[in-house]
């Protein structure tokens, strides 16, 4: 059976991050829409289910949004549902995104006897003037005890961090990563900061009250980040994610990075399936009124969806291949036309940003540094 993953928005947040971009809501007041939403989830799985037929299950990602704001017993029921839905391989991965708050810290117990093994934590930063900044509704002590908490109740642990801070310095970054590694975990994401339109972010770099880090001191960052990772043992298997072992990678993710399938429900979710041996974008609508709606007329969620070209699918493969180690074979972007032998490999390997291989087109760290230039150069050859 072909693998595939599932992913599942829960779009509700108790604040808004001015940094954030993704298809969130406010929390408050939203208690009758929230058990509707549950059960259009619910309803939008089992008719993913008719159109992928029978396939092995990988993992299960509960994203958003804040998840962990969810009740613990509507996440066993999703979890459940994908479980009898499709067959789970033995090293089935399910994943919940959490904020480090007390209050959410205290329901770790209850997603754990949902069936969750990998918590992915949104600490952000571990010092109080740095989570101020960046919005967060949470303070260094309670990410610090939410992470000790973490390490405790389930079996795998992952941290995100934002680092090219306003203000940040290399020498306190270094610092910070020592800390975080102290805390346990087994797998960090470290993103820097990204200024993404329409956020208040945004708008607070063009009215001038908000300066990120110079791109020389974002190289440097970067630079410290590898360094002190890789001295403790940890891989950078992707552009954002080290991982200390393979065990500890994030078999979700990995589904998005080799082109697998996997289904996207919840309000605004993605999803990629192969229907009818055509690669298919799917794309559900991303107000919770409005998803519920098309779960109920249609049996699915989806606001749209489209099928891919043979040019367009590998254009998708080859960008998420190249965020990678592993890279992509060229197999499997043929209709690019790209060979080992092709100008654009050629210059992009003598320019250290490929590695020389006969059999897949591999970025290296430098590579992967600058990977919009470097994609945007394949794709186009």
């Not at 993913?48 to 299960?60: F, K, M, Q, V």
């Not at 606001?303 to 040019?311: I, K, M, N, Q, W």
């Amino acid at each position: 059976m072909t693998p595939l993953g599932v992913y599942i928005h829960w779009p509700y947040c108790a604040r808004i991050c001015p940094y954030c971009d993704f298809n969130v809501l406010r929390d408050r007041g939203r208690g009758e829409e929230q058990r509707a939403l549950k059960d259009a989830i619910l309803a939008d799985l089992r008719r993913h289910r008719d159109l992928t037929g029978a396939r092995e299950l990988t993992s299960i990602f509960l994203g958003g949004g804040t998840p962990s704001l969810m009740d613990p017993d509507w996440a066993g029921e999703m979890i459940a549902l994908c479980q009898a839905l499709w067959t789970p391989t033995a090293d089935l991965e399910i994943t919940l995104e959490a904020n480090p708050t007390d209050a959410e810290a205290d329901r770790f117990a209850g997603f754990a006897d949902a069936g969750v093994q990998r918590l992915s934590l949104g600490v952000q930063a571990l010092d109080d003037a740095s989570l101020v900044l960046l919005g967060r509704n949470h303070g260094a002590d309670e990410a610090r005890r939410a992470a000790a908490l973490g390490a405790k109740t389930f079996p795998r642990l992952s941290l995100d961090l934002i680092y090219a801070r306003p203000g940040q310095t290399a020498q306190a970054w270094r610092a910070e990563l020592a800390e975080t590694l102290a805390l346990g975990a087994e797998h960090l994401s470290p993103y820097q900061l990204t200024i993404e339109a329409g956020t208040a972010f945004d708008r607070a770099v063009k009215r001038g009250t908000l300066v990120p880090p110079g791109e020389d001191l974002a190289a440097e960052l970067f630079d410290v980040t590898q360094e002190v990772l890789t001295d403790h043992g940890f891989t950078a298997y992707e552009v954002s994610n080290h991982a200390r072992g393979q065990a500890a990678r994030s078999r979700h993710n990995l589904v998005y990075w080799r082109g697998q399938d996997y289904v996207g429900v919840g309000p605004g979710a993605h999803g990629r399936l192969t229907l009818e041996g055509v690669r298919t974008a799917t794309f559900a609508a991303a107000r919770p009124a409005d998803y519920i709606a098309k779960v109920a007329e249609t049996g699915l969620g989806w606001g749209t969806h489209e099928a891919l070209t043979a040019v367009q699918a590998a254009e998708e493969r080859l960008l998420a291949g190249l965020r990678i180690e592993e890279g992509v074979s060229f197999a499997e972007i043929a209709a690019l036309a790209l060979t080992p032998a092709h100008p654009e490999v050629l210059d992009l390997v003598a320019a250290g940003l490929l590695a020389p291989d006969p059999d897949r087109l591999r970025a290296t760290p430098a590579g992967r540094l600058v990977l919009n230039w470097v994609t945007s150069r394949l794709a186009l050859a």
